[in-house]
């Protein structure tokens, strides 16, 4: 039905992940995530930091709450196209493709090497995000569900390809809320017992995926899968480890409790440095950014060796503090620029997923809030835009072949 939503419950998932971390911190004294070794000070501050983690996602399920939809041609969702889907598992292949054979895309390496000839259809291949392209297909009503079992197969070879698990998460948002459609009570139970039987598989899993993860990264797969699994603590480690990465709890009352550390060398960064940061997907390799980015001097902040190949998850509320610290009127001008952004990102989904948009939109930006890395909302707007030319190269193929018969 259009107008309908399941953003109430793509909201209270967010909860649950800031619940699940605050109760770990109480009870074993630590902190989860990146800092997961770190004892902290202040009950109080965990408190404050689950409101202010929230906040975000509250304020974006308002908004899109707010925003209406108009079925009109304008509105017409690229998957009424039944050329798109063919379109994007033949750009899913060929991700796969230039993925194993030249590293196209794996996580903690160096630039990729192709022969010369390949170079421009690669380049061509990565403007467009396959993650979000299959993630929407995934979604749709218009999809077939053997056709939706290639794209969900391939979606995973090419995750493990680059060494990524992160869009294991996405699948599981995605998941939550096509089961909730389902009304009927048979199905209905089906579906849970189902989902519960995967997720205990995935919780089993996890510490294997993750060693397979770094082991790929860095050139040496050598699995032990029974003793991965023996010295597993699986309490710390999916309440610890895997929740942690998706909550900014933690980063929060880190950087509060050492805030005298960012206070005296905050003059490291200047005060256009999140602007900067956030054109990274434009400036790409031509402008030398990371030294002078929130996420190098977050990331470098304690740890001097890590250099820029990895980043932490520190959140928008770091973001905020650490611009206020740089200039107090600094977090008013972020505040509103990517409010802007934003906004402009929800109205190009419009044109692209119909009544969908809000439910996918609302998955897509939990992602850049939950990071604070600045171009990843930049990287959103781009990928959108290049899929809204597609969806206009596509019509057009349509209406020619249409006028030819």
Known sequence: MIGKTNLKLLFLVVVFFQVLSLTYSLFTGYLT?????????????????????????FLLKVGLEKTDYKNNNKYTAIDENNLFKYVALFLLLLNIFFSFFFNVG???????????????????VNRLNINIIVAYLLLSDNIGKGFKFLLLLGIVILALSKASIAVFLLLFLLFL?????DKKSSNSVLKSFFSLFFLSIIVIAAPIMYQFR?????????????????RTNYFD?????VIGRISNISSYVFFIENLNIMESSVNKLDYYSFFLEFLKPIWGSFVDYRFNSYTYYLTNLFDYNAGYDYGIMYGLPIVLILSYLSLPILPIFIIVFLTSIIILTIKISKRLFGHKYKDFIFILLFFPITSGVAPEFLQITIDLLLLYLLKILL????RNKTSLN
């Open 33 to 57: 995530g990146d800092y997961i070794s770190y004892e902290f000070k202040f009950s109080h501050n965990l408190f404050w930091a689950s409101i202010f983690t929230i906040l975000p996602f």
């Open 106 to 124: 794996k996580a903690a390496t160096d630039i990729y090497e192709a022969p010369l000839i390949l170079k421009p259809i690669i380049v061509l």
């Open 177 to 181: 809320i096509r089961t909730k459609k």
């Open 214 to 230: 770094d082991s790929y990264r860095y050139g040496e797969i050598d699995l032990n899968y029974i003793e991965i699994l023996e």
């Open 237 to 241: 480690f999916i309440f610890g480890k």
């Open 395 to 398: 019509y057009s193929i349509n």
